[in-house]
């Protein structure tokens, strides 16, 4: 009899254990199958299922632009290029000022075009680690034109298919906007002439991938290299194997072990300062307050400046 309760007690407790490990498994997954405990947490980011739950609500942008969104987008999303909010239709890369943010006025007439009213929530997608950031380098213009609520959505287009948003092929119809940008806010901007003064007041980072800090010229660039001192952490690196940003904690050892702190003075840099756009965000959203975009970026620099390899 003794042995036989002992039995039905050690069931007793196996059960209890397989189901507080069950249960402990289910409370950390979401529905992308993603940890919970391992999501990224900050003020420009939401989930897909933030914008499935807000989009009669929300500005939503296809950052990936008009050629994407021809294919394929969200149902109602305006698809906006990069370039179009920058100063990429005349000269070329490497130019002075080639690739910065439009003059106040002709921003203010190109977002009022597309619909991106300022009353209104903007949350911005992307690829995420399959892009280039564009959702970042947008939000970092409109963030600067003086825009309150902008948001970029983690894992990006694939996040919200999976989150079941109903999508369509073609374009939107947009609505104009009236939009007014009193000024450009330049706490986040670096041009060369500014990084050049001051160049040993910088923590740099390159956020391209090492064969072009290393030396690779892939994108029409004029010369091969990094900037002088500058420490690699490529923008992929943000992302987990399934699109989401790293978790919070992660990122900081990241930063943390290239030897940027919270307390630095920090430029990014990518080839046309899309990804560098990006990266500052995260940045911001990590505690890291002095950051500033370099946007004018590596094209400009190998053009004029001298290079490491």
């Not at 942008?61 to 370039?83: F, M, N, T, Y």
């Not at 990590?286 to 001298?306: I, P, Q, T």
Request: hydrophobic letters at 35%; aromatic letters at 8%.
């Amino acid at each position: 009899m003794k042995k036989i309760l002992t039995a039905i007690l050690l069931t007793a407790c196996l059960s209890l254990i397989a189901c507080n490990s069950n249960d402990t498994t289910t409370e950390k997954k979401s529905e992308n199958n993603t940890s919970q405990t391992e999501l990224f947490k900050g003020d420009y980011v939401v989930s897909a299922d933030y914008v499935k739950d807000n989009l009669n609500d929300i500005t939503l942008i296809d950052a990936r632009g008009e050629k994407a969104a021809k294919k394929e987008s969200v149902k109602g999303a305006i698809p906006l290029d990069w370039q179009y909010l920058a100063t990429t239709e005349t000269g070329e890369p490497g130019d002075e000022n080639w690739g910065c943010i439009l003059d106040k006025e002709e921003l203010g007439k190109r977002l009022s075009e597309k619909g991106v009213s300022m009353d209104k929530a903007v949350v911005l997608f992307a690829s995420a680690d399959q892009g280039w950031g564009e959702d970042g380098r947008i939000a970092w213009e409109l963030m600067a034109s003086g825009y309150k609520d902008v948001k970029i959505v983690d894992g990006g287009y694939n996040a919200i298919k999976l989150a079941g948003v109903e999508t369509q092929k073609g374009q939107t119809d947009i609505k104009p906007a009236n939009v007014k940008i009193d000024s450009i806010d330049n706490s986040g901007i670096i041009n060369t002439e500014e990084l050049k003064k001051d160049y040993d007041k910088y923590k740099i980072i390159d956020v391209r991938e090492k064969d072009e800090y290393d030396g690779a010229t892939k994108y029409g660039e004029k010369n091969g290299g990094h900037l002088p001192g500058a420490i690699n952490i490529n923008f992929t690196s943000l992302f987990n194997e399934d699109g989401y940003l790293k978790s919070n904690d992660e990122l900081k050892k990241i930063f943390k072990e290239k030897g940027i702190e919270p307390s630095d003075n920090v430029v990014t840099y990518c080839t046309a300062g899309i990804r560098s756009a990006h990266m500052k965000l995260v940045l911001n959203m990590l505690g890291y307050d002095n950051v500033k975009n370099y946007d004018e970026s590596f094209y400009r620099w190998s053009a004029v400046e001298k290079l490491e390899k």
